[in-house]
Every structure is written in structure tokens, then in C-alpha cells.
């Protein structure tokens, strides 16, 4: 499994000649941001602020802005009635100031984390406490935070109001009520209304060009929206990327600022291995990243935290592994497709092999069916050795290599190899999946010997059923006693330019 890791991770350290071609790369996400002209922030936490230097040094250096996960929201500041406590969020300025990082203020008018001491059921206490909260925050924070998410989620997912305690107590007016009193407070801060499910087109994001017109039209000092960009990828839905970039686009003609403010990409609930869910989640990452580079309203992107090891997804939801940094703090297959936006540059997965399959360096993985398999040097397709599978009995014997770290739901892969059988010799290649489905063969190319070196290479999407016993590619076809020789396997993500 590390082998794998070797394009992603590692300097041609032993992983094959084929592998590693890419230098480690840090340099620090805001420098190439600042060379793409975005801004690129992240959610942090005071704990491990405090606790985890290596989480620190990765918050420090590569981030022009943090957003302080829960310091600002009502309930963690005044958790006693009158007793502010601004100690983390003063500490978080601090680590801020010191890096040269500002901060997104999040978040004054929401819902959730409004302290218990506060009456929610009478209107007239809730509207004074929540002023009085308003204001001493805006105030604490003047200076300090440079744009704020006014109003949290205050859009239900068919796109009306949902029916919050704040919206039933003090009703609609207090969306634009908050804004003009944000104003107010902090004259110089970027105000923003923020709201999840709101990326893609749905009722949801049209709900929310309905409120930002209805605010518009009343003056409301409105001036950005944050689409939190939380993703969860399903087997049943790839994002609409092409959705995504229409509803930016409607949104920025409104003359708005926009922020993706709080992207993280769930992929526990796709089946297949574990490398193959992170690739699909770089796929992904990448597709937003570039999404908003190429919209000239949205000026940052706001990962919603920076190391798996602290997700609110873990705590929330479950179990996955949503972010740009892994548990122990390495980069993960995300992180370099952030990276390769940044840089104008397509996603490094189209065009990495996920495998060795030179056989320059010994076999490599690769293994047969059945009969003997022996890496030869000399009379190659491409390099100096090639793959033979000799002594076939059966028509499904031939060369095959385990796929299932790197093959997951949510991808299509392109998987081509230089074949050589006998003249007109059918020859396929083939996956073979095991899994909670049972046993399936899935064709990804077929053709007709030549008798000489020829492509083989094909497409395929998977259809897997969690949990994956394992997926197998494989050459088989020619009638036993006919030798099977492979040479220059790559397997690539296929994305749609090719
Ligand atoms: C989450 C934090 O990440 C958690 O630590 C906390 O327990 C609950 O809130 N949308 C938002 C954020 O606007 O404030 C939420 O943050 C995540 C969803």
C-alpha cells in the first residue's frame, strides 16, 4: 500500500522509476495563492492551536486567513450570562497577527450555539441579548476581522426560511437588522451571509438569490456570501461541477463577493480502497478550487479545517477523513490537487500512474492467474523489461496486479498496457471484483492480437458494494499455450479532456 503513496508523496524513493516523478512540495499554499490571485484560509480550533505544534506550523505558513471554528460563536464567548470570555479568541488573534494572517469573524446571527441562559422563547430578551452580543463582539473584534458571517444558515433546504428559533422569535426583518447593525459596529469589515448546500444549483441556492435580492433591494449592507462547501461524496451523485460554476457565476453578477468558507470533502460512504476514496476527494477539492479561480466574484477559498486528526466530521457525523491533511499531519492526494490549481495547471491524477507497471524495477505487484509469470529483459514494448506470463492452461490465465487501494467508487480510471500475443489471438483486459456482490468481471478493453506490441487501454466506472474483498486487473483471452507478454501498464484517473 505505501507503494502506491509513492507518486503522491515521494522523491523516485524507491518506488519504481516509473513513480515519483514530482519533488515533495512545500511550498506554502498562500504563496502559490498569491501567484492565482485568491486567498486561501482555514478553520482552526484553539486546542490543538495550543497543543500540537505541527498543527500549528501548518496553520502558520500556509494560510492567508483563519477562521476560528467555534471561538466567536455566542455560546463558547458567553457561556454565563454577562461574563464574556474572550480568552480564545484573543489567543487565535494573536497566532494570527503574529503569521501575518487576518481573520474571518464567524459568526454572529445563527441558530445553533446561542447560550442556554439566553430566553429563546421571549422575543423581546432574545432581540436585546442578541444586539448586546452583536455589538460587544463587532467591538472586541474591530480591527482584527476583516470579514464577517453575519448570518449563518438561515435558509432552509427548499429554499425558504427555515424555521429557526431566531427567525420565529424575531422574525424576518432581523436578517437585515443584523447587517446594518454589523455596519454599524464595524464600518470596515466585509459583511457576509453564509449557508450550506448552497454551492450547486437546487431550491436551496435559489432560495438564497431570493434573500440576497430581497436584501439588496432594501440597501442592506450585504456584501459577499459564503458557500460553506461542505461536500459529501455518494456513489449515486458526482458534483455538478458545471452546476457549480453557473450558480457562482449568477451569485457574482449580483455584484457579491464570494467565498467558498468552508470546504471539506466527506468520503467515508464510497466503496472501494482507501486511496482511491482520497483521489476522488482531490478530484473534487480540485474542481472547486478551479472553480473559483476562474469566477472573478470568488476571492477565497476556506478549507474547514486542516488535518483529519481534528475534523467536525468525525465528531459530528463519523468517521472520514475530509481534509487536506492527514491524522499524522501528511499531505494527502487533496492537498496536491490544491496545489496544481493553484498553479494553473490540470489535476495531477489525470495524468499520474496510480502503479508501477514498467517492470523495470522487478515485478512490482504484478502477478498472473495462472501459469508462470517472469519479467524478461529485452524485446520490449518501452523499456528494457517486459512482463510474460508462459505455461497458460486455461483462457483466463495471464498477467494480473491487486487494484483495490486505488480503485473507488465516485472515479472513472484509464487503465492501458502494451499487450503482444499471437496474431489474432483475442485478448482482453478485465477487472475481476469481489465484494459484497459477489464475484463480477468487468471488460475494460478488448481487441484482436496483431502479433506485435498493441494498446489495450479502456475507461470504466465501478460499481462497488461496500465491503470490497478485492479488485483485480487482468489480461487474459488467448487460447492456452499462448504466452502473454505486457509491458508499460498506467493506470490514471480519466478526466473528461483526457
Ligand atoms: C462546527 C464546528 O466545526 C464544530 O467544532 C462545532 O462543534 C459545531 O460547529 N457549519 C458551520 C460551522 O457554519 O460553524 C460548523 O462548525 C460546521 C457547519
Redesign the pocket.
Known sequence: MRRLWCVWTLWATGCGQALGKRAPDDVPLRALADKAGLVVGA?V?WEPLQQDPGYAALAARHFHVLTP??AL?WAPIEHTEGARDTRRIDDIARFAARNGQSLRG??LV?D??IPSWVDTADAHALDAALVSHMRATLSENRGRVGVW?VV??ALADDGQRAPTVLHNALGEPHIAQAFRLARAEDPDAKLFY?D?GVLWPGPKADGLLRLVDSLQAQDVPIDGVGL?S?VHLVPEGRLDHAGIRANLKRLGERGLELHLS?VDVRVADLAGGHTGRLLAQAQAVYGLVDACLDEPACTTVTF??ISDRYS?VD??IGPDDPLLWDDDLVPKPALFAVQDALRGKPWRGCSDSLLDGSFEAGAAGFSSTGGRASVERGGTSEGRHRLVVTDRTEAWHGPQVDASEWLAEGLDYRISAKVKVPKGAPVNATLRIEDAAGTRYVSVAAAQGTGAWQALSGVVALDLHAPVGSVHWYVEGPPPGQDIELDGVVATVACPSG
Open positions: 478553520a480550533s471554528e467555534n460563536k464567524h459568526t445563527w445553533l450555539e458571517d449563518n444558515e453564509n450550506y460553506q461542505h468552508e474547514w479545517g467536525w465528531r459530528t
